[in-house]
C-alpha cells in the first residue's frame, strides 16, 4: 500500500516537473471508428489541401480509410488518419473538388497510401500535415488543342525563373527561425501562367549557406553553401509578378526538410517544424505492392466465398458455412467511398465470336419478339 502511494507522488511530481520545464505532455491518441463522420470530414480537408498543391496531373479523391485515432487538448482535437487515394479524371487546379470526381479506370490500378494529421475544434479546422505516395504511372491524357491561360512547363535553367526563385528564397529567409541564410541548391520543377501578370509554379530545395542573419542581413555575393553543417529543405513555391505594374511581387512558400527527391509535391511535416531544428528523416508510407497484396487477398476471399455457396446449392446436404475473418471492432478498413470498376479490354477471341445462337425449329427466338416476319 505505502509503495503504491510513493509511486503516485513519484509520477505526479515528475509531471508537475515537466511543466515547470515549459514542456508539454504529449496527449494519448485513441483509436476511433474509420466511418465516423469527423474522420470522413478530417480526410475530406486534407484532400481539399493536398490537390490544392499539385501543380500538375490529376487529383487524388477518396478510396478506403485505414486506420484513424485521435487526441484531445485544451485547443480541440486533433485527427490522425491513414487512407487511400486513387487518381481522378479532374485535373490539377480545376474548380471541382475532388467529391465531384470519378475515378479514372485507366492507367495506375494501385491506391496510393496517404497520411494527414489534421486540427479541429468548435471555431477552427487546420491541416497540420498531409503526404501521399506519389503516382508512379502518370494517367493517359488525349491530345488537345493549346489551352490559352494554363500553365505551361518551362525549362528549369532558363533566366526567367530567377526573379521568382530569388523572391521565393527571400520569403523563406525573411520568414524561417534559422540562424543561417540559405542558397539554392537545384530546381526540379517551374511553370508559368499567364493571369493578372505572370504566376510561377517551382518546386526547388535549397542549401544552408555561411552566411549568419546576425552578421547579414540579406544574401550577398558572399554566401555559399555550407560544406561543414550541410543542411538541406525543399520547397513548393507560387510566385505572383507582373513587371509592367512596379509592384512587389507576392511569394507563398511551403518547405519541408530533405532534399528535392522525385519531384514530391507535399511531403509530410511534423507540426512545430522550423528550418532551426534538425531535419529529420521521415518514415516511408506502406509501399504499393502491400496495398496490392491487401487487395489480391480479398479477391481470393470472395473467390473462395462463391465457391462454397454454389457447392451448397448443388448438395443436398448442409454444407459447413464459409470461413471469415472477424470484423475490425473500430470498422476499419472502411468502405469504399466509390466503387472501382476498372477498364476492360474484350480479348480477341471474344470480339471474333459472332456466330448466331442456334434456333430449333418450331421454337420461337429472339428475332420473333422484333415482329420480323
Not at 328 to 345: A, D, E, M, N, R
Not at 360 to 369: N, Q
Request: glycine share 4%; hydrophobic share 35%; proline share 8%.
Amino acid at each position: 500500500m505505502k509503495l503504491g502511494v510513493r509511486l503516485c507522488v513519484l509520477v505526479i511530481s515528475l509531471q508537475l516537473w515537466a511543466l515547470g520545464q515549459g514542456q508539454e505532455l504529449e496527449p494519448e491518441q485513441v483509436l476511433v471508428f474509420c466511418d465516423d463522420k469527423d474522420v470522413e470530414a478530417a480526410v475530406d480537408l486534407a484532400l481539399v489541401k493536398y490537390n490544392e498543391k499539385l501543380p500538375y496531373g490529376n487529383q487524388l479523391a477518396l478510396y478506403q480509410i485505414l486506420e484513424a485515432s485521435t487526441a484531445q487538448s485544451d485547443s480541440g482535437t486533433q485527427y490522425f488518419v491513414e487512407f487511400n487515394g486513387r487518381v481522378t479524371d479532374c485535373p490539377a487546379g480545376g474548380n471541382k473538388v475532388w467529391r465531384d470526381c470519378d475515378y479514372l479506370s485507366t492507367g495506375n490500378q494501385v491506391p496510393s497510401p496517404c497520411n494527414a494529421t489534421v486540427h479541429m475544434s468548435e471555431t477552427d479546422k487546420e491541416v497540420l500535415a498531409v503526404f501521399c505516395d506519389p503516382v508512379v504511372e502518370a494517367p493517359v491524357v488525349a491530345e488537345r488543342s493549346t489551352c490559352l491561360g494554363c500553365p505551361k512547363e518551362i525549362d528549369v535553367d532558363s533566366e526567367d525563373l530567377k526573379a521568382p526563385v530569388t523572391y521565393s528564397i527571400t520569403r523563406f529567409n525573411a520568414d524561417s527561425d534559422s540562424s543561417h541564410h540559405f542558397v539554392l541548391n537545384s530546381v526540379g520543377f517551374a511553370t508559368r501562367q499567364v493571369v493578372a501578370g505572370f504566376r510561377y509554379r517551382l518546386m526547388f530545395d535549397m542549401r544552408k549557406s555561411n552566411c549568419s542573419k546576425a552578421d547579414h542581413k540579406e544574401l550577398n555575393d558572399e554566401c555559399h553553401p555550407d560544406a561543414e553543417d550541410v543542411e538541406l529543405a525543399h520547397c513548393n513555391s507560387t510566385v505572383d509578378v507582373a513587371p509592367w505594374r512596379h509592384e512587389t511581387a507576392e511569394a507563398n512558400v511551403e518547405c519541408a526538410p530533405g532534399p528535392l527527391q522525385n519531384f514530391e509535391v507535399f511531403r509530410r511535416r511534423p507540426p512545430g517544424w522550423s528550418p532551426l531544428r534538425n531535419f529529420n528523416n521521415f518514415a516511408e508510407a506502406t509501399p504499393a505492392s502491400t496495398a496490392s497484396a491487401k487487395e489480391e487477398s480479398l479477391e481470393e476471399s470472395q473467390e473462395l466465398s462463391l465457391t462454397a455457396v454454389t457447392t451448397a446449392s448443388r448438395d443436398p446436404e448442409p454444407a459447413m458455412p464459409p470461413t471469415t475473418t472477424a470484423e475490425s471492432p473500430f470498422h476499419c478498413p472502411s468502405k469504399p467511398w466509390t466503387q472501382f470498376v476498372p477498364l476492360t479490354i474484350p480479348s480477341p477471341a471474344q470480339e471474333k465470336s459472332t456466330t448466331p445462337p442456334t434456333v430449333v425449329e418450331g421454337c420461337f427466338s429472339d428475332l420473333d419478339l422484333l415482329g420480323k416476319k
